[in-house]
């Protein structure tokens, strides 16, 4: 079993910056791909971005360029650092970690069923 604890969100301003963090507890967080999912009121979830073990990041069209995900092993954390913005990242943001994906089967990891464990969410606003 892996825990996973989001924690980073709150309210900012169209433009600005925003660090989310999940930190994972239970099984060895190394063995697994972390990813970063979105759900905006009466919308599906939706992928945003991935890191695998080895360090491979994959990024959905939409934030590509204003999102960057990484990963401290040894702090078993989860970074998202969200820059310029937008009304339409308002969300409710989470974590979720795979044993299935790899370097070779990134593109997989937008799929929301490929994730074995996932966290609570933290919210995001951003305002106009």
């Known amino acids: 079993q892996v825990q996973l604890v989001e924690s980073g969100g709150g309210l900012v301003q169209a433009g600005g910056s925003l660090r989310l963090s999940c930190a994972a507890s239970?099984?060895?967080?190394?063995?697994?791909?972390m990813g970063w999912f979105r759900q905006a009121p009466g919308k599906e979830r939706e992928f945003v971005a991935v890191i695998t073990w080895s360090g491979s990041t994959y990024y959905a069209d939409s934030v590509k360029g204003r999102f960057t995900i990484s990963r401290d092993n040894a702090k078993n954390t989860l970074y998202l650092q969200m820059n310029s913005l937008k009304s339409e990242d308002t969300a409710v943001y989470y974590c979720?970690?795979?044993?299935?994906?790899?370097?070779?089967?990134?593109?997989?990891?937008?799929?929301?069923?490929?994730?074995?464990?996932w966290g609570q969410g933290t919210q995001v606003t951003v305002s106009h």
């Open positions: 979720a970690a795979t044993g299935k994906v790899f370097s070779y089967n990134i593109r997989s990891s937008a799929l929301t069923n490929v994730y074995d464990y």
């Open positions: 239970g099984r060895s967080f190394s063995g697994y791909a």
